[in-house]
């Protein structure tokens, strides 16, 4: 079992940015591909970006338009989600998921972390 934990989430202006973080709580033995998927008030979750087991294959959701980009760290199955030029339709909470494929359905990946909440009001 694999628990992940996101940080870094927060009120920001539009036009704003925030780094998001995602760190398993314990040693993990295998290395996972991760995503960032997102939920609104009222809607379904629905994905953001994934990164692959190497780091060298990402891909996003049509929305980001080159505003977020996704990178892993030097920990394993650590992920990040830089977000820039936010606006208020991204105000979500944002969750960080681990799976042995990517993916941009969330059924696929079996481990998630609490979620973190990005608020972009002005």
């Known amino acids: 079992q694999v628990q992940l934990v996101e940080s870094g989430g927060g009120l920001v202006q539009p036009g704003g940015s925030l780094r998001l973080s995602c760190a398993p709580s314990g040693s993990t033995d295998s290395t996972y591909a991760m995503g960032w998927f997102r939920q609104a008030p009222g809607k379904e979750r629905e994905f953001v970006a994934y990164v692959n087991h190497s780091g060298g294959s990402v891909s996003y959701a049509n929305f980001v338009k080159g505003r977020f980009t996704i990178s892993r760290g030097n920990g394993k199955n650590t992920v990040y989600l830089q977000l820039n030029n936010l606006n208020p339709e991204d105000t979500a909470v944002y969750y960080c998921?681990?799976?042995?494929?990517?993916?941009?359905?969330?059924?696929?990946?079996?481990?998630w972390g609490q979620g973190t909440q990005v608020t972009v009001s002005s």
């Open positions: 998921a681990a799976g042995p494929v990517t993916g941009v359905i969330a059924n696929g990946y079996p481990y």
